[in-house]
């Protein structure tokens, strides 16, 4: 440790800074403070002197400190006494101050203003224990300063200048000057701690996440497509290509705090990007031409090294448009809305009229018998009664008021006498007799069989222009022509004919006023409609709505919901109500519309809620399996990285041009581990870098897929028939490149399992046909044995009767065999497609045993490729298929809810690492101007500080590494198809070596 007193390093020679004297004195002017002196020449001449050069002296001080602080930065303050005076949220500044007093203090000894026998010192009081050394912090102040902030301002308080004459203390003044040095201390050490706190930002804030995770992005969809589109990829993000984004994204944050990067950090970059490149071949990544083309179009090269003008590129992204259809839940509603119950009570309501009676009665006259006249006198009353005989005398006319909606079937009136008898009982004694009197009431009845065309129907209320005019009908049907016989059976019939009604009126006694009434519906009718909605459908099927890609890899947006919302605003277009129905039959079909409208607009609501459903349980898994949300991953999926320009202006400071240079150790952050024989600043065995990169939704199967979408798996050890096709597809590749036993007895295994289901599934499919058409069983069996033959293994019968293509097959061949009417052969289709899936499923164990063999040579055969890595040997391993790229990965979105139209994967990473020294510096003056270079550097070391000038320094902290953790997710969605996207090594987690412990 060099005492302060002795350390001349970095002074600046009083000679070089005369010029300044003058200047500065009249600057320092305003922030003197004095003590009376003797006003004689002398003492003038001494202080003037002393004054100048107390100037030069915090001049030089203040520099000198500046430098050391920068080379040594206290950023966590050491418990010591020394430390202790630090503060945690400014210990930089603490120790830049603190060391600023101790260089000016020890620069002020060698100030000494003389005039004759007049001298002039000056001083601070010196440091001995840890209140001193507060004390001293407190004298200090400093802060960035300049036009562009490049420069610090220091000011000194209270420098104590001693007046002398002969010896004797003649008068004392008090000083603190303020100073401007060119001295980059502070806007380094703030750069460098901005810098951090990027590398540590999480994704809502710019910084190293964002760009990691626009890094990965292009990646990670160029590679996954490039796998669905049959490389034989088995990891779609690897650590590799974690580490690859991970250090172009901390170039890339360099050059947006200290305006450019590490040179030797952007030649480490470029031999990285070029050795993943390779590795992913010698991996599969280019196993056809299709992966090759969409990997072209990949950027991996960091920003900061990608031309001015790129050459345009159409690789897939998450913004990346796609189109979803209704599609086959045009077909599952379809079927259940046209089962013939079903539909034939829908036609019924479309022919069903409700029907009513209204009456009217008014008396003509007459009225009842009064009391009859009693025996004489001592008569008492003791009974009363009258009875009535109602009976229709006649025709009349009248009329009755039509409700509104309602029209008139049939009127009729008929004269209606109701004769009243009435006996009066009358006791005198024991003696009884009764006198009696009658008399008749005329009544006028008319009744309106009354009807309307509302009744169950969807279809809306319209009239029916040729509503009971048989002749009308399109179909040779009898419209409602039927209704008014019907109707009349019904209410007047059955209530006594048309006299009856008229008494009973007249009785108060008619109980059934109301009734609907189907009328006879065409035999053509169902048929007819059939066809009319199968073009409907085809309207339906083909409704699409655009989303982007990633939006729905993070059920940002809802493709159910939107499809629900556009139905529904296609809906007048797709039901076409007219404003009059032609015939009943026009209305049945109309209601025969709705009634399947309604029907998809429903399926399509109960997939929207499975859909988000399912993204809580995504959202779940991401947090049991990974720190991440789905929250988290939507602000990846719109992180981006700003370029930097690759020229910006150079500030000036102070004393010239202010150039920044990074060096960084190590340059490029590997993931291996490096000792200090290739970079001094290491400390031993480091991994300067470490990463752990999990993939949610991969192989084996029966995992978070299966905690998703529910269903895929049954009873938790079976396994859905596609799946396990895929993985025997994938053996039976393999087996074709290379043989192996162990392989071969697990593909046997599987493949009796499989082959065991598609039987189940084939009796299935010819049981329909014996079912749905006049086809015996014999001649259905063979329907079946002759579509089917053309998939001759069990792998590809499997994946045919999974994805619908062999019951298309099967409907075709029966219908050309029978003659089937457009109709029954669409209903065929129907009921085929409908054939649930068997229910001996393969087994769990059979399908991840055979996945785990496929894996396994595959493994065998690229060790072998690496170890004998000649550029022909590896070409050749790069064009060879071992089946991998046929393993299904991925969460469909989303089976069991129909349709599938996509499939999704997340990958969420997170790296920490450290660097062994990371250092800036900036220059403050021109080129050629030898040392004038400031570097602020962090690599670990403890800071010491001779505080008391005892020649023991105190340690004041540690210059902490410059370090960081930062994660993100990458989410890939591709379009359906069995194989989807994902890791498919087996390994759902890849962790580097030595994590989570990123440096020493």
Do not use: C
Not at 220 to 239: D, F, K, L, P, S
Request: charged share 25%; proline share 6%.
């Amino acid at each position: 440790m060099v005492a302060v007193r002795d350390d001349s390093r970095g002074r600046v020679p009083f000679a070089l800074l005369g010029v300044l004297l003058l200047v500065s004195s009249l600057t320092l002017a305003p922030t003197f403070v004095t003590e009376p002196a003797p006003s004689e020449t002398g003492v003038e001449r001494a202080l003037n002197q002393a004054i100048a050069e107390t100037q030069v002296a915090v001049r030089d001080g203040v520099s000198t400190a500046g430098q050391q602080a920068a080379a040594s930065p206290v950023v966590t303050p050491a418990d010591t006494p020394a430390g202790r005076v630090l503060n945690d949220s400014t210990a930089f500044r603490d120790s830049l101050r603190i060391r600023a007093y101790l260089r000016v203090a020890d620069r002020l000894e060698r100030v000494s203003g003389r005039s004759g026998d007049v001298t002039v010192t000056a001083s601070l009081p010196a440091v001995a224990n840890a209140s001193g050394l507060r004390a001293a912090k407190h004298r200090i102040s400093v802060e960035r300063a300049g036009p562009n902030k490049t420069a610090m301002r220091a000011t000194v308080e209270n420098i104590v200048l001693t007046v002398r004459r002969n010896g004797a203390v003649v008068s004392t003044r008090r000083v603190s000057p303020t100073v401007i040095v060119p001295t980059q201390a502070l806007m380094l050490h703030d750069q460098v701690s901005t810098y951090q706190t990027r590398l540590n930002n999480g994704l809502g804030r710019p910084g190293l996440s964002q760009r990691m995770t626009a890094r990965l992005y292009p990646i990670a969809w160029a590679r996954g497509y490039a796998q669905y589109g049959g490389a034989g990829i088995e990891n779609v993000v690897a650590n590799r290509h974690v580490s690859l984004a991970t250090n172009g994204a901390l170039l890339g944050v360099q050059r947006s705090t200290f305006g450019r990067s590490d040179p030797a950090g952007r030649r480490a970059i470029a031999e990285a990007t070029a050795m993943t490149g390779i590795e992913d071949i010698v991996r599969g990544s280019k196993g056809t031409a299709h992966s090759s083309a969409v990997l072209d179009q990949a950027q991996y090269k960091p920003v900061s090294e990608t031309p001015l003008h790129p050459k345009s590129t159409t690789g897939p992204s998450p913004t990346e448009s796609m189109t979803v259809g209704v599609n086959e839940t045009a077909d599952t509603t379809f079927r259940a809305v046209t089962d013939p119950s079903t539909l034939n009570e829908t036609l019924e309501d479309a022919y069903t009229v409700e029907v009513a009676l209204e009456t009217d009665k008014h008396r003509l006259g007459g009225g009842p018998p009064e009391m009859p006249p009693s025996p004489g006198t001592g008569w008492t009353l003791v009974a009363d009664r009258t009875t009535t005989a109602t009976e229709a005398v006649g025709k009349a006319s009248g009329r009755v008021a039509t409700p509104d909606s309602w029209h008139t079937l049939e009127t009729f009136s008929r004269t209606v006498e109701r004769q009243y008898t009435r006996t009066a009982v009358w006791q005198n004694g024991s003696v009884r007799r009764r006198t009696t009197r009658s008399s008749t009431v005329r009544y006028r009845v008319t009744a309106a069989v009354v009807g309307r065309h509302h009744g169950r129907s969807r279809a809306p209320n319209r009239s029916i222009r040729t509503a009971h005019d048989a002749s009308a009908s399109p179909l040779n049907g009898s419209n409602f022509a039927d209704v008014e016989p019907k109707a009349i059976g019904s209410l007047v019939n059955h209530a006594g004919g048309r006299d009856g009604v008229a008494e009973r009126v007249v009785d108060d006694s008619l109980s059934r006023t109301e009734a609907t009434v189907a009328a006879d519906r065409p035999p053509e009718l169902h048929d007819w409609v059939y066809r009319d909605l199968m073009e409907l459908r085809a309207s339906v099927r083909n409704t699409t709505v655009t989303v982007e890609r990633g939006r729905v890899g993070t059920f940002e947006t809802s493709p159910p919901e939107e499809l629900r919302e556009r139905v529904e605003k296609r809906r007048a277009t797709l039901a076409a109500v007219p404003e009059t129905y032609d015939s009943a039959a026009q209305k049945a079909r109309v209601a025969a519309r709705l009634t399947y409208l309604n029907a998809v607009s429903a399926e399509l609501d109960r997939q929207a809620s499975a859909r988000n459903g399912h993204r809580k349980r995504v959202n779940t898994q991401l947090s049991k399996r990974t720190e991440g949300s789905l929250r988290a991953l939507r602000k990846g999926l719109t992180a981006s990285e700003t370029p930097v320009p690759r020229s910006r202006p150079v500030p000036v400071g102070p004393a010239g041009p202010v150039r920044t240079r990074v060096d960084t150790q190590t340059p490029y952050l590997t993931l291996t581990e490096l000792d200090e024989s290739r970079y001094r600043a290491l400390d031993g065995g480091e991994h300067p870098l470490v990463a752990r990169n999990a993939n949610v939704f991969t192989v084996p199967y029966g995992d978070a897929a299966d905690a998703v979408v529910g269903g895929a798996f049954e009873g938790g050890d079976r396994v859905r028939l596609a799946m396990a096709a895929n993985t025997l597809a994938a053996a039976n590749e393999t087996l074709k490149s290379e043989s192996n036993a162990t392989l071969a007895s697990e593909r046997d295994a599987l493949q009796r399992e499989v082959g065991a289901a598609n039987t189940e599934m084939t009796t299935a499919l010819w049981l329909a046909v014996s079912q749905h058409t006049e086809a015996e069983q014999d001649e259905s069996k063979a329907i079946v044995a002759d579509a089917m033959e053309q998939w001759d293994t069990s792998a590809v019968r499997a994946l045919a009767l999974t994805n619908g293509s062999a019951q298309e097959r099967v409907a075709r061949v029966a219908s050309a065999r029978l003659t089937l009417t457009r109709v029954e052969r669409d209903r065929l289709r129907l009921q085929l497609l409908s054939v649930d899936a068997p229910a001996t499923k393969p087994t769990l164990g059979s399908t991840n045993g055979t996945a785990s063999a496929v894996r396994s040579v595959a493994k065998t055969e690229l060790s072998s490729a690496l170890a004998n890595a000649g550029e022909r040997k590896v070409q050749q391993f790069a064009q060879k298929r071992l089946g991998t790229d046929r393993l299904p990965a991925g969460l469909p979105l989303a089976p069991p809810v129909v349709p599938w139209y996509a499939t999704a994967n997340i990958w969420w990473v997170t790296v920490e690492g450290e660097y062994a020294r990371f250092a800036v510096s900036a220059s403050h003056g021109r080129p050629s101007a030898p040392g004038a270079r400031t570097t602020y550097a962090r690599d670990g070391h403890n800071v010491t500080l001779d505080v008391d000038d005892d020649g023991t320094g105190e340690r004041l902290g540690t210059a902490d590494r410059v370090s960081f953790r930062a994660e993100t997710g990458v989410v890939v969605v591709v379009p359906p198809k069995p194989r989807g996207v994902g890791d498919k090594d087996g390994n759902a987690v890849e962790e580097s070596s030595g994590w989570p412990d990123a440096g020493s």
